[in-house]
């Protein structure tokens, strides 16, 4: 029988009229998707975050809402500073929800983390696709070049610090996604480790598994498909990443005993969520911890349209 | 590769060739090579009026851009099948008939017998890709044979009475497993066949249509006008992007120099008019480039996919074969 | 039917794992590249408690060498003994890699700058001593000698501020060591949510346990004697400024029987600042600093035979085949030069004539005298050009234009000169002894003619032969697989069965190289000045392939530039500094003495790797010295705007038909 852990929730289809909430908050960005949503979302406070990635002005920002604003470039600041803010003092059984759309990914597995230690256990999270994935041929979403490769906070785990003995059996495992730059500097980063890819598939859309093959030879990526290296979960849903996760992590480890696990979401908003999920529940305390290709700068706006929103309802307990 | 291009047409061709190259190496399971690829671009001949050259490169443009699923992926494809469309919904049936429970062994209890009253067929006779398949879909989801079932033992008849009824009335649910939804006719079809009565024996039944592949067209026209009606999905639907040739073609959105889309269109029309008259462009103006391992579903380009041995009439070579259904 | 793919044609030289250097290999490896040169002892000093600073590129070979001298692997050389190691080689080490460290959470969180220093120093020093004391765990579990291991531990004790109590053994040691460094991970880890480091507290001073150590365990167990114990730690440009600080406190304090050798990519050092006040810490005096680059790439020899043997690996050759450097060259086809590489210019030249076109350097040879001669003399020109002729020698034909360059002049001086030319080109044709000047010029020009050539007939330069390809490498074996696994996947496509039953050819190996090139282009570096430092080196071989495709190259197998540094800008050298530690350029040791200045002018090469990428040469030969100004607009970002302009001066002299009589300014080396 198949591992139902963390498929006891499922994504569903938000509907504005039916959810409601006492807090939100959203990444403010120049997509549609982010925008509309967040007029659509019915909640008692909203909130807008603004994050210095997007390198806001004070005289763009929406005159008619709440806004919190960060300059830091560090996630826990980041967090603590804008949301931790509001919801310090707040009922842990408030209902919360986060759109993860506009937050970068390593925000996204901070708030998590966030919301777990401050005993918020229940809550919501949504992600709006975009209405078409066009693929822009070398789009790149960063914009300017990686500065450095880290641990996401919260995400540390207690790694193995005795290297006096061989050849350490580090393990990365790449969440597959479409940015070369990113996946080639982690690999760099930790090119003594022995490589694993998790590969979104199904894609968003049909053409973008393809796509992402030639973007991983770009960043110097192997892809043999004899090595048992490689494993496959949908790209748009954080529990079905989770439960790959969880069954690819136990046959590895069934296999070879793994010495420090690096893992880095690379691909979509959710799989980075579902990393985030397999993490909190299996690999804390553990020498593993989930590594990011951080820069300062991201475009703010790099799809066209609304597409559906989804609504990702996240139990820690 | 043997076919030269001119100075003003070789960085275009060389970038097209490696695309081609790493493509083939990755994800085309080394279907094709240098020697396959040289004999296809040899079916051009010019006749679109276009210099030879164009008519080439264009077509090479096109295989760039050719989707293909290997073995590999189609296994994982099927999976998607099962785990996304079929098991993660079900458990949230099962959780919301416990009250919404979040008890795992309640869970996997009440799941095991929904499954157990759960059929899985494919779509068409049992020598169709559609059902061979299921084989596949077995296996990388670990299911017994038990769990499946064939079309023709669904109804029986009552040796008493004579009357036509259900062969296992426990069974409450049937899925079925398809390859490439088209057009929707297929399904629809095969639903007015054979599925009206199956609802009518059993008020209770549900039906499912899952496929691989599906155009949003065709998913609209099971929806609305078969027995599936909303229980159907695909793991990928097409939307009209990814009808190649048209205005809104995903393939063309970013383009190199020297291709236009209007040149690829004369060449896929001047040569899909002599290779399959009634459908120069796919099957009911398809347009796909769409191929995988076991093979390439006439939605497709007819230039990629047609042989001799499928026209004997217009002698062509094909890049990606295609097998019929006959 | 949905098949397995057929047979596994997986690329062989795919990048799958680091470990395709185990211990056993590196050791194997080292133990004849360290023994040309006077042995360890020579090369990381290891006999001197001098602290030292080992720098190197990417693939310098520097990681492998420092585990070369790590406790296991002393150990494997001396069947497993690590006591008649340390006997014998004199010294213990400790090799540790800052990577592991992750110390990229020792900063933000609600702290300052000043607490993260102090708690990063303490972990730190756990670390090493807590690697120290696992390697003599392993010492003490392969060559177990008896010792009072009780006193060395109560000793041990009180090296911390407060000696802690019932420790009576190096593992119950070695446990609490570990118990304090996962405290910190806790604590450090949770301040992320927290925001708070309550709880950390630092036990010792700092110094007290990594040289408080060796000395207490030389005391006691009699095998170490006399040994040093080296701390090796590795990769610490990961490390931030203030991190690195702290080493270099450790590198000034350090005393008694224990060194450091410290590892770093070649402008990976931050800062030579120590904590506090103190002054940065002194080369010679406090310090070593080896630079490792040349290292391996110096290494041909050795290089080779590795190089052969990652690809008998990776071909999965069974052992009792031996695959040496012959066979494996035979896989690949290889440019003949001989007979002016008749060969590989007639095929070249087919089409064009097929075509009753005139060659097009002759076309271009044409315009250039009509502009001497005047467009009237069409008939003289032409029987100027009859006489460069060599039909079947296009090369020759190259060859005769160029000389015909050289001696450029008024008519009477051409038509003179072709004539001797003719003379030389019917001897040369026939085997026989030319003039020296001509043979000198072919002798020198015989690549970037042939480049040309090619060029000419539009057409890419071949790059080919199994020690083209290990030179191009540049004593990296990651290039390397980088170029055979473009090459295998190319000939692969092509159908030419590679390394089963077939032979790779020119044309696989050309687009296998060129690819390879835009890989080691892209690939990730470890910083964020990518646009800067490509657009410098992208003007710098767009200054290299102008020489080398003019009429009248200055230099030969030009890639190589000097440049006295002390004059071009800040910017312009901080982009050379990246561009190295990128291995985009390469430093040269032997910088020639600037005419003008006298001081010694550094020299660079564009990379073999990246020299395909613009049909450049990838062996070095001539070299061209730049002047400030045209350094700077090559360099310095914000002054590339004059770049173009100063660029065509310099190139002037080598383009017809006038040749610029303004050679003077600019100072021309040779070779």
């Excluded at chain 1, 770009?218 to 990443?241: C, E, K, V, W």
């Excluded at chain 2, 006439?298 to 890049?319: E, H, K, Q, S």
């Excluded at chain 3, 032409?382 to 190259?398: G, Q, S, T, W």
Aim: with cysteine; glycine share 6%; proline share 4%.
């Amino acid at each position: 029988m198949m591992d139902l852990t963390y498929l006891v929730d499922a994504k569903t289809l938000f509907i504005s009229d039916e959810d409601r909430w006492d807090y939100f908050f959203s990444a403010l960005n120049d997509s549609e998707r982010v925008r509309h949503t967040f007029n659509k979302v019915q909640s008692e406070n909203k909130y807008w975050v603004v994050i210095p990635e997007y390198q806001y002005d004070p005289a763009d920002l929406p005159r008619d809402a709440n806004v919190l604003r960060t300059e830091s470039f560090n996630e826990a600041d980041q967090i603590i500073e804008t949301i931790g803010s509001i919801l310090s003092a707040v009922d842990r059984a408030a209902r919360i929800c986060i759109d993860i759309t506009g937050f970068m990914r390593p925000q996204i597995l901070f708030i998590l983390k966030y919301l777990e230690v401050s005993e918020f256990l229940f809550f919501d999270m949504i992600y709006t696709e975009p209405r078409n994935y066009s693929r822009k041929g070398e789009t790149e979403f960063t914009l300017s070049d990686v500065t450095e490769v880290r641990q996401v906070s919260g995400f540390e785990g207690s790694h193995n610090l005795d290297m006096s003995k061989e050849m350490p059996k580090d393990v990365l495992f790449i969440g597959v996604g479409y940015d070369s730059n990113l996946m080639a500097r982690v690999a760099l980063d930790k090119d003594r480790a022995r490589q694993l890819q998790l590969h979104s598939l199904p894609s968003l859309s049909a053409d973008m598994y393809q796509e992402s093959l030639i973007r991983l030879d770009r960043a110097g990526l192997p892809n043999n498909s004899g090595d048992d290296q490689i494993f496959f979960s949908s790209a748009s849903d954080p529990y079905l990443t989770a439960s790959a996760l969880s069954s690819a992590h136990s046959r590895i480890f069934r296999t070879e005993p793994i010495s420090n696990l690096y893992l880095s979401p690379l691909a979509t908003k959710p799989q980075a969520l579902g990393f985030g999920l397999f993490y909190l529940k299996e690999l804390i305390g553990t020498p593993s911890s989930i590594i990011f290709p951080f820069s300062t700068k991201y475009s703010r706006e790099t799809s066209e349209g609304v597409g559906r929103t989804w609504r990702y309802p996240i139990c820690l307990s | 590769m043997e076919f030269e291009f001119s100075e003003a047409n070789t960085a275009v061709a060389d970038m097209l060739k490696k695309r081609i190259t790493i493509l083939n190496e990755r994800a085309w399971e080394h279907k094709l090579n240098s020697d396959g690829i040289n004999r296809w671009l040899e079916n051009f001949t010019g006749k679109s009026g276009l210099p030879v050259e164009t008519e080439r490169l264009h077509a090479l443009y096109l295989l760039s851009q050719f989707l293909y699923f290997g073995s590999r992926e189609v296994r994982v494809l099927l999976k998607a099948v099962y785990t996304d469309l079929f098991l993660a919904p079900l458990v949230q049936l099962v959780r919301n008939n416990l009250n919404g429970t979040r008890d795992l062994s309640d869970i996997n209890d009440e799941l095991a017998k929904e499954i157990a009253v759960t059929r899985f067929l494919g779509v068409g006779n049992p020598s169709e890709s559609g059902v061979h398949l299921l084989y596949y879909f077995r296996q990388e989801n670990g299911l017994s044979k038990n769990q499946f079932a064939d079309n023709a033992q669904l109804i029986t008849r009552n040796p008493d009475t004579g009357e036509r009824v259900l062969r296992n009335p426990e069974i409450k649910r049937y899925v079925f497993v398809d390859d490439v939804c088209g057009s929707g006719s297929t399904a629809v079809a095969y639903s007015e066949e054979f599925l009206r009565e199956l609802q009518q024996l059993g008020t209770d039944i549900e039906i499912y249509y899952y496929c691989l592949f599906a155009n949003s067209e065709g998913m609209e026209v099971v929806r609305k006008e078969s027995a599936f009606g909303v229980n159907c999905g695909a793991v990928y639907e097409f939307d009209e992007s990814y009808k190649s040739l048209d205005g809104a073609s995903r393939f063309f959105k970013s383009i190199p120099a020297g291709i236009k889309i209007d040149y690829a269109r004369a060449v896929a029309i001047t040569y899909g008019s002599l290779l399959w008259p009634n459908h120069p462009l796919g099957y009911k103006n398809g347009q796909m480039l769409l191929g995988f391992t076991h093979n390439t579903p006439d939605n497709t380009l007819p230039i990629i996919w047609m042989g001799t041995d499928l026209n004997p009439t217009a002698p062509w070579i094909p890049a990606f074969k295609r097998y019929h259904k006959v | 039917m949905i098949h397995d793919p057929p047979v596994n044609i997986d690329n062989p030289f795919d990048l799958t794992k680091a470990s395709d250097f185990s211990d056993k290999q590196i050791l194997n490896y080292w133990v004849d590249v360290v023994e040309e040169h006077g042995g360890l002892s020579t090369v990381l000093n290891l006999r001197s408690v001098m602290p030292m600073l080992l720098l190197g590129g990417k693939g310098s070979g520097k990681t492998h060498l420092m585990r070369y001298c790590s406790a296991p692997v002393q150990a494997m050389r001396h069947d497993n003994s690590l006591n008649t190691a340390i006997a014998k080689e004199g010294y213990l080490g400790v090799y540790v890699s800052a990577d592991g460290l992750n110390v990229g959470r020792f900063a933000g969180k609600g702290q300052s700058p000043e607490t993260w220093s102090a708690i990063f120093g303490f972990y730190f020093e756990l670390w090493l001593a807590l690697n120290l004391l696992s390697v003599l765990v392993l010492k003490m579990k392969l060559n177990a000698v008896p010792f009072d291991e009780l006193a060395l531990v109560k000793e041990a004790c009180n090296l911390f501020d407060i000696p802690p109590t019932g420790l009576t053994s190096v593992i119950s040691l070695y446990d609490f060591l570990e118990s304090k460094l996962r405290d910190v991970d806790t604590i450090v880890n949770n301040s992320a949510v927290t925001r708070n480091i309550s709880g950390i507290e630092v036990i010792f001073s700092p110094g007290k346990l990594c040289f408080g150590l060796p000395p207490l365990i030389e005391k006691y167990e009699s095998d170490f004697v006399g040994v040093i114990f080296v701390y090796l730690i590795d990769e610490i440009e990961n490390l931030t400024l203030e991190q690195q600080k702290f080493v270099n406190s450790l590198i000034r304090y350090r005393k008694g029987n224990s060194t450091i050798r410290v590892g770093a990519r070649l402008y990976g050092i931050k800062t030579y600042e120590t904590i506090g006040s103190g002054e940065p810490i002194k080369l010679a005096a406090e310090y070593d600093r080896v630079e490792l680059d040349g290292f391996l790439r110096g290494n041909e020899k050795e290089y080779s035979k590795l190089a052969v043997e990652l690809v008998a690996k990776r071909l999965n050759v069974a052992s009792s085949r031996v695959l040496d450097i012959k066979s494996v060259s035979s896989f690949f086809d290889a440019i003949n030069p001989a007979r002016y590489y008749n060969d590989l210019t007639s095929s070249l030249i087919i089409s064009s004539d097929n075509a009753a076109k005139e060659r097009p350097y002759f076309e271009r040879l044409k315009g250039h005298l009509l502009d001497v001669f005047g467009l009237q003399s069409e008939a003289k020109v032409d029987a100027i050009i009859d006489r460069l002729r060599c039909n079947e020698y296009p090369l020759v034909e190259k060859l005769n234009i160029l000389q015909l360059y050289k001696g450029w002049g008024g008519p009477k001086e051409i038509i003179e000169r072709a004539s001797r030319i003719e003379e030389d080109a019917v001897r040369a044709v026939a085997g026989e002894k030319t003039s020296k000047e001509y043979s000198q010029t072919y002798d020198h020009f015989d690549s970037d003619l042939l480049a040309q050539l090619f060029r000419d007939y539009g057409r890419k330069v071949p790059y080919a032969g199994l020690d083209t390809l290990v030179h191009l490498s540049q004593g990296v074996p990651r290039n390397l697989l980088g170029v055979l696994k473009q090459i295998y996947r190319r000939a692969l496509f092509a159908g030419e069965k590679p390394f089963a039953g077939g032979t790779i050819s020119l044309q696989s190996q050309t687009e296998g190289v060129m690819d390879s090139a835009a890989w080691f282009w892209d690939d990730a570096q470890p910083d964020s000045y990518g646009a800067e430092v490509r657009d410098a080196v992208e003007r710098l071989a767009v200054l290299f392939r102008t020489v080398r495709y003019s009429d009248k190259p200055s230099e030969c197998d030009l890639c190589t530039f000097s440049v006295d540094e002390s004059k071009i800008s800040t910017k312009a050298k901080v982009t050379l500094e990246r561009a190295q530690n990128w291995s985009y350029l390469l430093k040269l040791r032997d910088g020639s003495k600037n005419k003008n200045s006298q001081n010694v002018d550094s020299k660079y090469q564009l990379s073999p790797m990246l020299a395909p990428k613009w049909g450049l040469s990838v062996h070095r030969r001539g070299t061209i010295e730049i002047r400030s100004e045209l350094a700077n607009s090559i360099f310095d970002e914000t002054l590339s705007g004059a770049f173009d302009s100063l660029m065509r001066v310099r190139v002037a002299a080598m383009s017809a038909p006038n040749f610029s009589a303004k050679i003077s300014a600019d100072q021309q080396v040779l070779f």
